[in-house]
């Protein structure tokens, strides 16, 4: 199992743009990720709603995790994703 | 019972019976309650579909949470939500829309409310009290997490 903790670096949170890439990247992803906030349980990374409802902010730590051939590459450029702020690079990145 | 929301949702931003041709007049009527409320300044109407544009706000369940850019934060006189129902649906880029919830923020406070509708719409049964809600008091019971004895 392969595992990475980040902090969300986006200055909206986990949510509205920042988490429609972060779904996007995780479902284009070969193996299958979940994500998880410490009290909370493990949701599928690849659903809107799921990461959503974790109502992570700016700050938050996350867990991520993955299993299979890529997870580890996989799971880097989801926590690179995630640590950045996604809300800064608006204007250039769509 | 609703001080959590309280702040939030304006009852007279619940509004469970508009009517939209397409996905920009939608976003056009949840802005116009945002305005009405006193919540934002005109202006944050364009940042909404500016917003659109860039990514889509379909979340899922008939729902999509249509709010401004980082640019138009400054246009946000207070952290509020608007929640509008379109009984007769309204394409949202291929998906049909039921419900919009409008999100107005500075901050983050809007987030654990977020994180509450999520979960009702991960939840199928309350995902279509809120598509079918017609009472504005149906739609603050369920957005509203209630204490102990829940009223789901």
Redesign the interface.
Known sequence: MATRTVTVGSASGLHARPAALFVAAAGAAPVRVTIRTGEKRAVPANSMLSVLSLGAKQGTEVVLEADGEGAEATLDSLADLLARDLDAEEPADV | MAELTGDLLDRRAIRLAEEAADRDEAIRRCGEALVDTGAVHPGYVETMLA?ER????Y???GVA?P?G??AGKDLVHRDALAVLRFPAGVDWGGQPVTVCVA?A?RG?GH??L??S???I??DADRARALREATEPEDVLALLVPAPEDSNR
């Not at chain 2, 860039?54 to 706000?57: A, L, P, Q």
């Open positions: 917003r860039s990514v889509s706000t979340v899922g369940e949470i709010h850019t980082l999100i923020a983050d987030v654990e977020l994180a509708l999520a979960e719409l991960l």
